[in-house]
């Protein structure tokens, strides 16, 4: 499972935390997927999305092939 945010009218994306359901803005380009380390119990929340990026679930879904190309675009910006 993946938790997309709101994004606001600023760019920004609204995070709630989903176990005390604290609130933060973030400013991350290119996603509204975000995961944030909350002091209700000194973990990362959503767990799902920490997995996405860290577990390797973001890079799977690109194939092989296309890795290094969407890479060097990546840099070029």
């Known amino acids: 499972m993946l938790i997309f945010y709101p994004m ?4 920004n994306v ?3 935390c ?3 359901d604290r609130t933060a803005e973030v400013s991350w380009p290119d996603t509204n997927a975000v995961a944030l380390f909350c002091i209700c ?3 990362v ?3 799902c999305n ?3 990026y860290y577990q390797g679930l973001y890079w799977n879904r690109i194939p092989m092939e296309n ?3 969407y890479v060097k675009a990546r840099r070029k910006n």
């Open 67 to 69: 890795r290094k190309r």
């Open 14 to 16: 609204l995070w709630s």
């Open 41 to 43: 119990d000194n973990k």
């Open 50 to 52: 920490n997995d996405w």
């Open 8 to 11: 606001l009218s600023n760019g």
């Open 18 to 20: 989903d176990s005390c």
């Open 45 to 47: 929340h959503p767990q």
